[in-house]
């Protein structure tokens, strides 16, 4: 694979590793040289008129890869549009449950595009009063059904409709919330873009954006006249959502995920395991510090059960890889909380798809409390 000579790399690093037609044409490059580009690898055509660093997007992961490629066609659209749903909360860096497969974007009531630009097409005529109807000049400006097609704009426009094509889709209607610039980019409020993750891919994945957004809200507070921080969502802003979206078919899912979301979750495992656990029917806290009879900490734990001391863990693949946890370290804890009477129950990520063992290893740890009890 090659890669783009240094003048290009360096423009397109100016665009988060992204070029657009626009960038090429006033870098001097043709249209055969931009072909051998894209033939040869280094640059990647992700969109009409929309290109990624071959080298960038071959190296990204799948979240990164779709940043790329929504920068990339984002920057082609006119002003007035920008990314929605779940391409907005991944360029405000919020998780998702799935990778999106195709970019999205809404209007975001600014002018609505121009007309393309044409060599062979007449100027514009001037303004000038109506004439009124049934005239002769009325009859003379009416469209004729025999005139040449004129040239279909392929730029998103804003109407009712949803519009698609093969990289993108344009949602109907007009942001609310007032939008963000993110490297460059148009992009939706980070809790309009949890509202669309909702809307298109139901309340657990909702609540895995929304937790995260509320968390990283808590964790983040900004210092009063700072910059908002992105993938930050206020409480306001959910209202003001759910009263202007009152009729969109996704509000229902976004109600739940409203009311659902919890800001003490930390990360999106916890998440889905507090939504299973829900779902399978059992009340739980959050981060719920566990002490012994003397009042001393022993540790804190991601869920508890409301009605017995059975303590609920999610242990993904980066509580070994991120945060240094040892299996001899977590058996200790385990040993612990068991003196402080709760039971512990550790859960994996393959855990999340198996609803009724999760059920039975709860309900073991429940037999066991009661058990103690007894003796």
Not at 78 to 92: C, I, K, N, T, Y
Not at 150 to 171: E, F, G, L, V
Not at 181 to 189: E, R
Request: charged share 20%; net charge positive.
């Amino acid at each position: 694979m090659s890669s783009l000579p240094a003048d290009l790399a360096a423009l397109a690093a100016v665009h988060r590793a992204t070029l657009t037609s626009a960038d090429l044409q006033t870098a001097g490059v043709g249209r055969r040289e931009l072909e051998r580009w894209v033939a040869a690898g280094a640059l990647c055509r992700v969109g009409r008129g929309a290109y990624v660093d071959g080298a960038a997007l071959r190296g990204a992961s799948p979240e990164q890869a779709h940043v790329l490629t929504a920068t990339a066609i984002s920057r082609t659209w006119p002003q007035g549009f920008a990314l929605s749903h779940d391409s907005a909360a991944l360029l405000h860096g919020l998780p998702l449950l799935t990778v999106p497969d195709t970019v999205r974007g809404i209007a975001t009531g600014g002018p609505p595009p121009s007309a393309p630009s044409s060599a062979s097409a007449p100027p514009p005529p001037r303004a000038a009063d109506p004439a009124p109807p049934g005239s002769a000049a009325a009859s003379a400006s009416a469209p004729s059904s025999s005139a040449a097609p004129q040239r279909r704009d392929p730029r998103p426009r804003k109407d009712t409709r949803t519009r698609k094509n093969a990289s993108a889709t344009i949602h109907r209607g007009e942001s609310v919330l007032p939008t963000q610039s993110i490297a460059g980019c148009t992009v939706v409020a980070a809790a309009e873009a949890v509202f669309g993750v909702a809307a298109l891919h139901g309340v657990e994945a909702g609540l895995v954006t929304l937790d995260a957004a509320l968390h990283r809200t808590v964790e983040h507070v900004p210092e009063y006249g700072a910059p908002r921080p992105p993938g930050t969502v206020y409480l306001d802003e959910l209202a003001t959502l759910n009263r202007a979206l009152l009729n969109h078919p996704g509000h229902a899912r976004f109600r739940q995920v409203r009311l659902l979301a919890d800001p003490r979750c930390e990360s999106p495992g916890e998440s889905r395991t507090r939504w299973l656990l829900m779902n399978l029917g059992y009340r739980v806290r959050s981060q719920v510090e566990v002490r012994d009879s003397a009042g001393r900490l022993a540790g804190r734990v991601d869920f508890a059960l409301e009605d017995e001391p059975v303590a609920v863990e999610f242990d993904g693949t980066g509580k070994y890889t991120q945060y240094g946890h040892t299996v001899a370290r977590d058996k200790a804890r385990d040993q612990a909380m068991q003196r402080c009477g709760y039971e512990p129950v550790h859960l994996l990520w393959a855990h999340l798809r198996q609803p009724e063992t999760v059920r039975a290893m709860v309900e073991h740890a429940r037999e066991r409390v009661r058990r103690h009890r007894v003796a």
